[in-house]
C-alpha cells in the first residue's frame, strides 16, 4: 500500500470517527464540508491524479471514490439519526394529553328582550300573523295624520317626539307599519300583522322610562271582525305568556287610532287575584291598549269602513319582561351589564 492509500484510508478512518461523535445537524454539515467540499483532502487528491503513473491512476482512482461515497453514506445516515431524535424532542415538548377534560366552549344566547319579542311573534305567527317591519326614521303623515291624528290634535301632546324636519321624525310608535300596510293592501282584505321594533320619544330615564324603547302592534282586519276576536286573541296571549290559569279584563279607554278603545288587564300571576305588591293590591295588572280600527283609519288606507272592520293592539316587551321576570328597572336592558344578561341565559 502506498502512501496515498494509507493517507485516504487515515481520512476515511477520522471521518467515521467525527462523524459518530457529532452532536448535531449543523456540526455535521461542517463535517460534510471540511471532508467532502472543494477544498477537502479527497479532492485535492484526485486534483493530483494527473501526477500517477498510468498504474497507479485507476487504483488510486477507485479507491477517492470508494472513501469519498463511505464517507458520503455514513454522513446521511447520521443525519437521518439526528433529524430523529430531534422530531422525537419536538413531538415530546409538544405533546397533548387527551386524557385532560375538554374545556367548554361558552356560546351566546339571545338577550332577555330579544327572547320576549321572538316568543309573541311565535304566537302570533301561528294564529296566522305575519311580521311586518319598517322605517324607524318615519314621515309625519303616517306617523299621525294616516292614524286619525292631524296636525292640530290635541293627543300629539301626549306623544313628545324627535323631530328631524318639520315631516320627518323617529317613530313614536310601530303603527305606521300599520297604515303602511292597508295602504300597500289597496282596500283589499284580509290584513293580519304584528309589527315589532324600536320607537322612540322625549323622555327622561329612569326606573320605568326611557327615551328608546321596544314596541309589538298588531292588526287584523277584514270582513265581520268583532271586539269578542279581540278579546279571544288576547285571552291566547295572556295565557301563553303569563300561564294558562290567567284571565283578562277590558277596561273603556282612548285612543285616537280606535274607536271603541280599551286597556287590557291580566289576573295578577303573582298572587292570584288576591292582592300583593305587583298589583298594587288590585289583583290586577295593566299589560296593554287595544281596541277597533277607527273608521277614520280604514278609509284613509283605501278601505270602505261598511265593508271591513278589524283590531288593533299595542304591548311594550320591557313591561312584559319586567313583569314576567320581576325586573325593577327598565336601565338595566340597555345597559349591557353581564351580570344582569347572565341571569338570564339560555340553553
Given at each position: 500500500?502506498n502512501?496515498l ?7 476515511r478512518r477520522?471521518?467515521?470517527?467525527n462523524v459518530?461523535?457529532?452532536?448535531d445537524l449543523?456540526?455535521l ?7 467532502l467540499?472543494?477544498k477537502?483532502p479527497i479532492t485535492?487528491?484526485?486534483k493530483?491524479m ?13 479507491l ?7 464517507i458520503?453514506?455514513?454522513i446521511?445516515t447520521?443525519?437521518a439519526?439526528l433529524?430523529q431524535?430531534?422530531?422525537?424532542k419536538?413531538l415530546?415538548?409538544e405533546?397533548?394529553?387527551v386524557t385532560?377534560?375538554g ?5 351566546g344566547?339571545h ?5 320576549v319579542?321572538r316568543?309573541v311573534?311565535d304566537?302570533f305567527?301561528g ?16 306617523n299621525f295624520?294616516a ?7 290635541p293627543?300629539?301632546d301626549?306623544q313628545d317626539?324627535?323631530?328631524i324636519?318639520?315631516?320627518i321624525?323617529?317613530r313614536?310608535?310601530?303603527s305606521?307599519?300599520?297604515?303602511r300596510?292597508?295602504e300597500?293592501?289597496k282596500g283589499?282584505g284580509?290584513?293580519?300583522i304584528i309589527c315589532p321594533?324600536k ?6 330615564d ?8 321596544m314596541?309589538?302592534?298588531g292588526?287584523?282586519?277584514?270582513k265581520h271582525?268583532r271586539?269578542?276576536?279581540l278579546k279571544g ?14 284571565e283578562?279584563?277590558?277596561?273603556p279607554?282612548f285612543f285616537p287610532?280606535?274607536e271603541p278603545s280599551v286597556?287590557?288587564?291580566i289576573s295578577c300571576f303573582r298572587c292570584?287575584?288576591h292582592?300583593?305588591a ?5 289583583g290586577w ?9 277607527h273608521?277614520?283609519v280604514?278609509?284613509?288606507?283605501g278601505f270602505?269602513?261598511?265593508v271591513y ?7 311594550g316587551?320591557?313591561r312584559i319582561?319586567m313583569?314576567?321576570y320581576?325586573?325593577?328597572?327598565i ?15 339560555r340553553?
Open positions: 500500500m502512501v492509500q494509507e493517507k485516504l484510508m487515515e481520512l477520522k471521518a467515521f470517527e459518530e461523535s457529532a452532536e449543523k456540526n454539515q461542517d463535517l460534510r464540508v471540511r471532508f467540499g472543494k477537502g485535492e487528491i484526485l493530483g494527473g501526477k500517477l503513473s498510468k498504474e497507479e491512476r485507476p487504483v488510486i482512482g477507485q477517492a471514490n470508494d472513501v469519498r461515497n463511505a458520503g453514506n455514513i446521511d447520521k443525519k439519526e433529524e431524535k430531534l422530531l422525537e419536538e415530546e415538548n405533546k397533548i394529553d385532560l377534560p374545556r367548554k366552549i361558552r356560546t344566547s338577550h332577555l328582550l330579544a327572547s319579542i316568543e311573534e304566537l305567527i294564529l296566522g300573523f305575519s311580521v311586518a317591519e319598517g322605517p324607524e326614521v318615519e314621515e309625519d303623515y303616517y295624520e292614524l286619525n291624528l292631524p296636525k292640530d290634535h293627543a300629539r301626549m317626539s324627535f323631530y324636519t318639520d315631516e321624525l323617529m313614536t310608535h310601530t305606521p307599519m300599520q297604515a300596510t292597508l300597500a293592501h283589499k284580509p290584513v293580519k321594533g320607537v322612540y320619544r322625549r323622555d327622561t329612569d326606573a320605568t322610562h326611557s327615551h328608546q324603547f314596541q309589538i302592534e292588526l287584523c282586519v277584514d271582525i271586539l269578542s276576536d286573541v288576547l285571552t291566547v296571549f295572556a295565557k301563553h305568556i303569563f300561564g294558562e290559569d290567567r283578562i279584563r277590558l277596561r279607554s287610532f280606535t286597556e287590557m288587564d292570584g287575584g292582592g300583593c305587583v298589583c298594587k293590591g288590585t295588572i295593566e299589560i296593554l291598549g287595544a281596541g277597533m280600527v273608521p277614520n280604514l278609509r284613509m288606507s270602505d269602513p261598511s272592520t278589524g283590531f288593533a293592539f299595542g304591548m316587551p320591557e319582561a313583569l314576567k320581576g325586573i325593577e328597572d336601565r338595566h336592558f340597555y345597559t349591557d351589564d353581564i351580570r344582569f344578561l347572565n341571569q338570564f341565559r340553553a
